[in-house]
């Protein structure tokens, strides 16, 4: 009989009042902090995850990501034993987090892991505490919920089980009210935790050998630990069957353990595989049986077939000293071990090289340093606008740096998405948050371009400003959806070709509906604040560069749209479906085609114009994210709840910017009634020089 | 002078009075009206609107729905939402009126009436792909069809059924022929009440009657629990009320249809019969054929209500399903099928349909769009193709190629007049400086 396995689902039942039970009494807590040398070694440890193979430390930012709401783990350790390393407040990183809960699930339990931000959520879970003050959200532990709260009374997460099975009878999640969705996901992101708990779960409860033929096989001794098991598994499988012949009370644990590797063989898992395959026997075999790597559970299958290999009892070895060895130098010493024979099985099926550029690549965070590099860019331009009065050197040189510095954080965007294709080995786009890298690096360089030609330094303001909101929100994408943003594709999107043609174009074609919207507003905003006001040249030439900038951006969202379209002919059978994301690229088409025959016939002049092209970078987002809202049509892959209210919140500011600038239009309009009446002016003396502005060499 | 150059005027006083223009006469009046390119942003201007509130009311209404009341409709009341229980209803034209007079306006003022000149080359371009886009929309609309094929695997089919559309079919024996003839469901869609429309047909011993016609609904045993708004026939009767059968499913291809039907023979009425749509669903390949059998004129007929149906001229089988999927998950990777065509009078043509790539074969396309476990042999699949037939399938690509091929000529040839503008004027500043 196990000692203790997984309990888990007997603290779930209404009935069950009893605490976790201990695991590995010997090594509860963590007596010191991870050394360097062993959290860099298992930053890169291979695992097969969600159906590709992928660093530890991915595998742990992005579980943080989903039940965290943060990339660490910040929390100040209470009780008597707490704060082993000195430090009123620990932070650990996604690797060090993972650690703890694989080797210190204990004390990983008792982490504030799971954030609640809605209080309604919060006070069905834990009736009896008041949750009146509350902030934002509140971080519960993984023990607070399976832990019931008076004895007798369900445990929160039996509770909430309930509940949900429940809420899921009754309707679809995206038709649940708000409170509904947040229970949902509580009990969605508690599951996720729950998994990875239970990955190496049976390495923390060693056996208990009762029974005289049974502790022979292991020499006498009272425990065994699971590695032990496994490599007598088909002896004790086999006294299994002879020990069924006797007696239940003389049968000892045999039987019992026997029945519990089958159990666990059979048993189908979505935590990460951890134990590298053998490699195919033919180059370029995808059958399951070669591509899957094996968890606990399969080992246990393999060993009862007599199956298990060497190398594969070598790693489970190193495993379990990883999980249950007594000194921390030994438990570290354990990693390397395991990280070794890991790289190699993965290196043997050429499936450690990307693994190991995907840590570096997210040690190295490029696109993070690419906004380190555009905020002062934006800086350094502001404070060339600031100095244009004054000193004419010193604006030229604050404009070179600007420059300089927006164009070094865009080498590292593009480095970035440079190292994400070949990580991937996939066009730039596969997911909404490559779309923010792409639409970022794209505007940020049109309007370098723009910069280059118009020398105004209103595109040089605007090219890192978007860069870094742009970075910024795919951030916030990135916690909100707490998913794996290297992720497997569904079959539908899984062409290269369509990939790198419609996708690519047709977001080349928001970049530059973003880019002109910023450049307008820039336009709509000197005028409402009477800036530059009399340079018309100056003001003209923005107008122009919005114009040239919606030209640009048409030829890419028509060719996108149409080859969207001629995609989907070639996936669903129809061109043309009035799907949401089919319509949300439309709109884009017909308001830049509006805006420019409108400007060629001499309808939209500059004011008109701007203000339109305000609003077509509103349509942008509609089709970029709103569309992605409404959970309707056949993109649904791409259906995400994340940033939705960045999508009003952006609707609102974009909405504010254009009445500053229909306000400023009207007061300018009046203003220039009263000019009538007194042609001579009296306001020359304003900042700008007229006909000096487009030329200004900086 | 350009218009996208011209400053207004501030001084009105300073406008030079213009001579009188000649009078127009009122086709030269039309016709400036179609070539206006003011024509073509109001146009703009109102398809954006259409499709903005078309997308939005997809929430409520499904896709179906809206595709035919915003963009294949002459003319809507759209519901405006103005907050959670306030909506305005807002006349708009349909997309057909727009993207017709959109074509005209393209003809006459974006090819007929432009200057045909070396600059205007890459526009011009631009306009004929979409010119050939819209042909290409227009033809999709009024000629082409699709249905789906669902097949076991080793079986063989030719019957496309349609995804939405409904027919009523009259089947009756001859030999060992059987023989049938449809109404389509749009003759009897009205007939949601107890006044019935009546069917004839030349040579029929019998009229029919329909009556009660649902859009989705259920047979169910008639209880004391509820009150049937619904004939009761052998005590079933036939359910839609969302109260007691859930949420109609926004996407009309799963809804499933009903009627009642009466037989009315030489003046008089016969037995009540009931009809229900449960027909060939994707996911329901192993439903059984049971029309409404009746007896009249000394012959035995069936009445079935299903989806509409259409014959390939050759059969398919399917060979093989594969299913794939990434690796501990369950997430599809890969699904496609190995079928064979056989036509009579060649020789079976092998053929690999799988995501992305469709099968071509004489004027038919079929895609790969699901797949299922057959319900009668555990461990077999079936698959379904969507079958299209559209002789303007291949028009969008070719025209986008014409479209990109003629914008991406003008906006380079605009953008070095643009950088030759700026350098001038930056030299001239230069100079002056």
Known sequence: MRLSWIPFLLLLSTACSRPVPTVNADARQRPVAWSPAAIEAARSIPLQHEGRVKPFDTLAAFTLYLVHGRRDMQFTFGGPDANWDGKPKNVLTPTEWLLDVWCFPEQANQYPLFRIENAKALDFLFPDEAHAQQQDFVYVSYRKLVEPVAPDRPTPIARLMQQ??????????????????????????????????????????????????????????????????????????????????????????????????????????????????????????????????????????????????????????????????????????????????????????????????????????????????????????????????????????????????????????????????????????????????????????????????????????????????????????????????????????????????????????????????????????????????????????????????????????????????????????????????????????????????????????????????????????????????????????????????????????????????????????????????????????????????????? | MNAATATPSANPSTTRPTAPAPARSPLRLVFDLLASMKLTVVLMGLLALLTLTGTLAQTVDGIYYVQKQYFESWGLWANVSLGDDLTVPVPLPGAVPVLGLLFVNLLVGGIARMRWRQRNLGILTAHFGIALLLVAGYVKLSVSFSGHLSLPEGAIGSTIRSFQEWELALLWQEGDQVFERTIPGATIENATGPSPVRLTGEGLPFMVDVSYFQEHCTPALKTAMFQSATPVVDGVCLVGDPKLIGTWPKDRDNRLAGCYVQIVENGARGAMGMLWAPDLLPTNVAAPHRPWAFEAGGRKWGLELRHKVWNLPYDLRLDKFRKSEHPGTTMARDFSSFVTVLEPGSMPREAHIYMNEPLRKDGFVFYQTSFGPDPKRPGKFYSTFEVANNPSDKWPEWSCYVIGIGLLGHFIWKLSLFIAAENRRRHEYEVRA
């Open chain 1, 164 to 698: 949900v099975r429940e809420l899921r009878a009754r309707q679809a999640v995206k038709d649940m009210e708000y409170d509904e969705q947040a229970l949902v996901h509580l009990h969605d992101q508690f599951f996720t935790y729950n998994t990875l708990v239970r990955t190496v779960e049976s390495l923390h409860m060693p056996y208990l050998l009762k029974g005289d033929r049974l502790q022979a096989l292991f020499g006498g001794k009272g425990r065994a630990t699971y590695a032990e098991v496994l490599g007598k598994a088909r002896d004790v499988a086999t006294l299994a069957g002879y020990l069924r012949s006797l007696p239940e009370a003389e049968r000892g644990t045999g039987v019992m353990i026997a029945d519990e590797l089958k159990m666990l063989g059979e048993e189908e898992d979505s935590g990460p595989a951890l134990f590298v395959p053998p490699p195919a026997a033919a180059p370029g075999d995808h059958t399951p049986d070669h591509e899957k790597w094996f968890q606990l559970g399969d080992l246990a299958r393999l060993a009862l077939a007599g199956q298990l290999q060497e190398k594969q009892q070598q790693q489970l070895a190193a495993l379990e000293e990883v999980a249950t060895a007594e000194s921390m130098p030994a438990r570290e010493r354990a990693i390397l071990a395991f990280r070794e024979l890991a790289v190699a099985a993965a290196g043997q099926r050429g499936e450690f090289e990307k693994v190991d550029l995907e840590a570096k690549y997210y040690a190295w965070s490029l696109h993070y340093h690419a906004l380190h590099w555009f905020l002062p860019g934006f800086l350094a331009v502001a404070l060339s606008w600031v100095l244009m009065p004054f000193n004419r050197r010193l604006t030229s040189l604050a404009g070179w740096v600007a420059f300089a510095f927006t164009t070094i954080g865009l080498g590292y965007l593009t480095a970035d998405l440079v190292l994400r294709c070949l990580i991937t080995e996939r066009p730039p786009i596969k997911n909404l948050y490559d779309t923010f890298l792409f639409i970022c690096a794209i505007g940020v360089a049109a309007a370098l371009v723009a910069e280059l030609i118009t020398r105004l330094r209103v595109a040089l303001a605007v090219a890192p400003f978007l860069g870094a909101v742009l970075i910024m929100l795919a951030r916030v994408f990135e916690v909100s959806d707490g998913s794996d943003t290297m992720r497997q594709l569904q079959a539908v999107l899984d062409s290269n070709y369509w990939l790198a043609t419609h996708v690519t174009t047709i977001n080349m074609g928001y970049a530059a509906g973003m880019l002109a919207m910023l450049i307008a507003d820039v336009w709509l905003l000197l005028r409402a604040f009477r800036v530059a006001e009399r340079n018309q040249a100056f003001l003209k030439t923005i107008v122009r560069m919005t114009y040239g900038v919606t030209c640009f951006g048409l030829l890419f969202t028509v060719v996108g749209t149409i080859l969207g379209g001629v995609w989907a002919n070639d996936s669903w059978g129809r061109f043309w479906g009035w799907d949401p994301k089919e319509n949300g690229a439309l709109l884009i088409c017909l308001a830049q085609v509006a805006l420019l025959h409108g400007r060629l016939c001499g309808w939209f002049r500059d004011f008109t114009f701007s203000l339109l092209a305000g609003v077509t970078g509103m349509l942008v987002a509609f089709s970029w994210f709103h569309v992605n809202l409404l959970n309707v049509g056949l993109h649904s892959y791409g259906f995400s709840t994340g940033l939705k209210s960045a999508v009003f919140t952006f609707y609102g500011i974009q909405t504010l910017l254009l009445v500053i600038g229909v306000l400023g239009h009207l007061a300018r309009s009046l203003s220039i009634v009263r000019r009538v009446d007194n042609p001579a002016g009296t306001d020359a003396g304003g900042a700008w020089r007229p006909g000096a502005a487009s030329a200004d060499p900086r």
